[in-house]
């Protein structure tokens, strides 16, 4: 079956960064989009960033924009998210998903999840 | 990019049918058919429940439905079980490749 496997969370300065690593298995990964999607403790879901099946094209919510940045190794099967500047207000679980459909279609919808890493923003 | 409107809690009765809403704008929910409803157990990963407004995918019980009015989508429980105390978030395409979240509903069984 599908899975995802995130990695790469922990606990972190604020300003500081860190990259999330999330691998794929069971499925053509170089043929969907795939995107990160956090969830900070108690609270609900927020899209983060998709990127194209090829990796050519990324988008971004408002909030991480200029600061997160999205890639992918096709060869590897992994999904990565850079994430730079960290801040109090990004504590959160980031899970990767992967796009519903195949091919061009990015950021519409995603049906299966990975089990998520926990990156904690403190002094 | 506004999150979707969602009410915080919904409940009812084992047997009965609940109906959790989801509202945006033209620019998302009233402008594509890239609707999908989660759900997430405490603690747990989200599991899609309903994608492009409707549609089940395989092994979701056909208790849960999906439609969409203009700027509204919702998302029908009926017949109740125990099972289904879960809190619910849905999602809709946004435009220019971006995906928007729902706040989440509790819903919670009496």
């Known amino acids: 079956q599908i899975q995802l496997v995130e990695s790469g969370g922990g606990v972190v300065q604020p300003g500081r960064s860190l990259r999330l690593s999330c691998a794929a298995s069971?499925?053509?990964?170089?043929?969907?989009?795939m995107h990160w999607v956090r969830q900070a403790p108690g609270k609900g879901l927020e899209w983060v960033a998709v990127?194209?099946?090829?990796?050519?094209?990324?988008y971004y919510a408002d909030s991480v924009k200029g600061r997160f940045t999205i890639s992918r190794d096709n060869s590897k099967n992994t999904l990565y998210l850079q994430v730079n500047s960290l801040r109090a207000e990004d504590t959160a679980v980031f899970y990767c998903?992967?796009?519903?459909?195949?091919?061009?279609?990015?950021?519409?919808?995603?049906?299966?999840w990975g089990q998520g890493t926990l990156v904690t923003v403190s002094s | 990019q506004s999150a979707l409107t969602q009410p915080p809690s919904a409940s009812g009765s084992p047997g009965q049918s609940v109906t959790i809403s989801c509202t945006g704008t033209?620019?998302?929910?009233?402008?594509?058919?890239?609707v999908s409803w989660y759900q997430q157990y405490p603690g747990k990963v989200p599991k899609l429940m309903i994608y492009?407004?409707?549609k089940r995918p395989s092994g979701v019980p056909d208790r849960f439905s999906g439609s969409k009015s203009g700027n509204t989508a919702s998302l029908t429980v009926s017949g109740l079980q125990a099972e289904d105390e879960a809190d619910y978030y849905c999602?809709?395409?946004?435009?220019?490749?971006?995906?928007?979240f729902g706040g989440g509903t509790k819903l919670t069984v009496l």
């Open positions: 998903a992967k796009e519903l459909e195949g091919g061009a279609v990015a950021g519409t919808q995603v049906d299966y």
């Open positions: 069971a499925f053509t990964f170089s043929s969907y989009a």
């Open positions: 990127i194209s099946y090829d990796g050519s094209n990324k």
């Open positions: 033209s620019s998302d929910v009233g402008g594509t058919n890239y």
């Open positions: 492009e407004v409707s």
């Open positions: 999602s809709s395409y946004a435009g220019s490749n971006n995906l928007v």
